[in-house]
């Protein structure tokens, strides 16, 4: 499959390294493709940068957001929550239309220190917001609740835990859901929340998340959901 | 131990059911008596009325809030969220003063229809709102992200979960730490969070929980995280 990732963050990469491994054909969208080129360093996460990394990952194309948006069959949006509105309009609506976008920012604001804070939450959640602003396309919040190397290498935890589906496309979340599995994630450990509404459920949950990591002093775990009598 | 419970309802009765059997004297403190003892028929959880109820519980002593407060040694705030902080001002912050409270409440707003939203969240909670209004009392959240059944025998799912403590009071958390170990908690699976700001994180969780209540068609289910290498 053709798959257009907006985002090249910890998270774009983590996704674009998973996809080209299962074969898939993979473009990763920036706003701006210079200024994402001569970074130099290790980022907030120490990883490289871009230019580096795209050195062990030559499969990877770098692409503008509309590029990738674009001549992607199927769009991740990997972007920070607070950029997203911005970066999907970047992207193009045109490019976005009739295609399945697996969401999976959080609405969080770093801007006024540890923990961050909600910029939406409530009566209301990014994936709704990007599903109003971009009608036409399908869009299903997911992997959003936990690190990325876990999104993709859910074996690494020590038993099974669970991953979450919101959206109103029905098919558009069995396809998630394929993609999932090809991930490593279990069939009967995805839980399909409902419409996109439920995103608020699942974005709400980061309040807890980001405290976890600190009483924690790991990002590396998940939620299980442990149910009496199954 | 001598316990004044606040609230009536299912959480106030399942924990004072729980309380009586490990050998406290348990007060249960409502707002009017009168009007209490007057219901009839059952609650919307299926639950017989007050009146009925404290026929097989004839130890637990029904009282006023104040009452309740001001013999407790120790007190439980078991009230719906929305009218957490009036009904803890008609318990009298006198009677609440150097006395840790329990707080199990969670800011749910059904009015508007389900699932609820929350009446607090993002950059504060009701724990927080409850130990600024009364600050000479040591509160400490915990037990309200998951139902009352589980809460005092969580040995019914099938595996180990956890249950979350938030509160500024190390000692506090302490005593809470041994409630919940007598009430059947592993001491290992109680995750102190740290200071009350992060039951911003234990009652945002909640929106998810509502949530999973209909879409596991349960809601005798618990959260359980789940750490690479432990």
Do not use: Y
Not at 85 to 94: P, S
Not at 129 to 140: A, D, E, G, L, N
Not at 197 to 218: F, H, K, N, S, Y
Request: proline share 4%.
């Amino acid at each position: 499959m053709k798959i257009g990732i907006l985002g090249t963050g910890v998270v774009g990469q983590t996704i674009a390294e998973k996809l080209v491994q299962l074969g898939h054909q993979v473009m990763i969208g920036t706003r701006d493709k210079q200024t994402t080129l001569a970074k130099t360093g290790k980022d907030n996460f120490g990883r490289p940068a871009l230019n580096e990394w795209l050195k062990n990952n030559s499969k990877v194309q770098l692409k503008t957001l509309s590029e990738a948006a674009s001549s992607g069959e199927f769009i991740v949006n990997a972007t920070s929550g607070t950029g997203s509105i911005d970066a999907l309009k970047m992207a193009g609506e045109n490019n976005l239309t009739n295609k399945i976008l697996l969401d999976i920012s959080n609405p969080l604001d770093f801007s006024k220190g540890m923990p961050p804070t909600l910029t939406i939450c409530n009566t209301d959640s990014l994936a709704e917001q990007i599903q109003r602003t971009f009608p036409k396309t399908k869009v299903v919040k997911s992997l959003n609740t936990l690190t990325a190397m876990l999104m993709t290498n859910p074996g690494l935890l020590p038993e099974p835990t669970n991953i979450f589906l919101n959206g109103n496309d029905a098919n558009a979340k069995e396809e998630v859901k394929k993609l999932l599995v090809s991930f490593g994630w279990k069939e009967k450990n995805i839980i399909d929340m409902g419409d996109i509404t439920t995103a608020r459920g699942t974005e709400q949950i980061l309040p807890i998340w980001v405290r976890l990591w600190g009483t924690l002093q790991t990002p590396m775990f998940n939620f299980k959901i442990v149910v009496v009598g199954r």
